[in-house]
């Protein structure tokens, strides 16, 4: 997507928008003038409004699943992402999965305990 003109003038790019939580997903396309960073864009797509508990300078943010920091220059036709913090620690939610698995009695689970 190639930045375009508005009457005025100024060059303007699109982007989207997003920010996912459990049976909501909040998704909006903004043009926004060039060189706008990502703040600055969150900021016009309306999620602080739409989602009062979104914070984007305590919560991360990325594009296409990279993170970036918020002032980072908007491109044209980014993903802009807000995630929300993590509500389990994964290395924890990992060894409840295996110990479940090993309780059950599966093979799969059993592996591990041979030591080699």
Known sequence: ??????????????AWV????????F???VEVPAGT????AIARSGLTEAVPEVDP?????GVFGKLRPLDTVVQSGD????YRPLTADPKT???????KTREGGAREGQKWLRGG
């Open 93 to 99: 939610a990992r060894r409840k999965r295996v110990q």
């Open 37 to 40: 960073t990502l703040a600055g």
């Open 27 to 29: 998704l909006k396309e």
């Open 57 to 61: 300078t305590v919560m991360r943010v």
């Open 1 to 14: 997507m190639a930045p375009t003109e508005t009457k005025t003038g100024e060059a303007t790019i699109k």
């Open 18 to 25: 997003c920010f996912a939580r459990p049976g909501n997903v």
């Open 79 to 82: 993903r802009i992402e807000v």
